[in-house]
């Protein structure tokens, strides 16, 4: 996931929403530590959210149980996945 523009998560939440070096704070579903399904294993590896409440509302199934995690992205990055107004961008369409 670290070729698609530098992805790095956050080691924790960023004063008053600043982010280093110019970057965009947006969220991903991370099943990391839990028992969660092949497909929405697959999904959580492929898609960026421009918001929070997105992240938390796009289930991949009923049961699935990932969590929502904090991405840092460049405004470059962010310009191309999200430019269009859309709050979901799944890299294996955009990128």
Do not use: E, W
């Not at 294993?41 to 289930?59: E, G, I, P, R, S």
């Not at 460049?74 to 369409?93: E, T």
């Amino acid at each position: 996931m670290a070729a698609f523009g530098g992805l790095a998560l956050t080691v924790g939440c960023p004063m008053d929403g600043i982010v280093p070096n110019g970057g965009v704070l947006v969220y991903r579903r991370s099943g990391r530590g839990r028992h969660v399904s092949n497909a929405a294993k697959k999904k959580n590896a492929n898609v960026l959210y421009a918001t929070m409440q997105a992240a938390a509302n796009d289930l991949t199934h009923p049961g699935d149980n990932s969590k929502v995690v904090q991405v840092v992205i460049s405004q470059q990055l962010f310009d191309q996945l999200f430019g269009d107004g859309s709050v979901r961008a799944d890299l294996r369409r955009k990128v």
